[in-house]
């Protein structure tokens, strides 16, 4: 197992100790984390809250993510732990346009859930995907009228923006 897949299964692994020092290890690595991606999204649902914040701070370190994360993280997008969710959308939003196939998953996703940081994440990304989807844009349309003045700011601005093209 090389080095890579073995911090890979260290923060999946069983004892706490373990996890949490692999994802302490992992923050440290900015940008040579990106190979963890998906699992550092994942430990963002941790049971162990030192495992969840290490997590966090490999992941505003990490930069954009490789491509080949896309269709995990558009999975993981739809999680109801809204930290996961968070951060997934965050990685999509990142990647941007090669990640424009989960606009759907994101329209979804800021429509339908109750976590405003979500909704935010979720119109951020959608923001950085380019062209967009029909459906998308109805999305938009929705959180243009959110009572969250940052869903709906952003939301009116992409609108601006993609009607004015």
């Not at 991606?37 to 030192?50: G, H, K, N, T, Y």
């Not at 965050?90 to 429509?111: E, Y």
Request: with cysteine; proline share 2%.
């Amino acid at each position: 197992m090389n080095t890579q897949e073995k911090l890979k299964s260290d923060l999946a692994s069983g004892a706490v100790a373990t996890r949490i020092s692999t994802a302490e290890q992992l923050a440290t690595m900015g940008e040579e984390a990106q190979f963890a991606a998906v699992e550092l999204v994942v430990s963002c649902a941790d049971a162990d809250e030192s495992v969840r914040n290490w997590s966090v701070a490999a992941l505003e370190g990490l930069g954009t993510p490789s491509i080949e994360s896309i269709g995990s993280l558009c999975e993981l997008a739809k999680d109801s732990n809204p930290m996961v969710a968070y951060w997934a959308i965050t990685l999509l939003g990142r990647i941007g346009a090669k990640a424009s196939n989960c606009q759907d998953v994101l329209a979804r996703v800021l429509t339908q859930t109750a976590e405003v940081s979500v909704q935010q994440r979720a119109v951020w990304a959608i923001g950085k995907m380019g062209s967009l989807q029909p459906t998308t844009i109805k999305s938009l349309a929705w959180a243009s009228e959110s009572n969250d003045p940052k869903v709906s700011g952003t939301a009116q601005r992409i609108l601006q923006q993609t009607l004015s093209i």
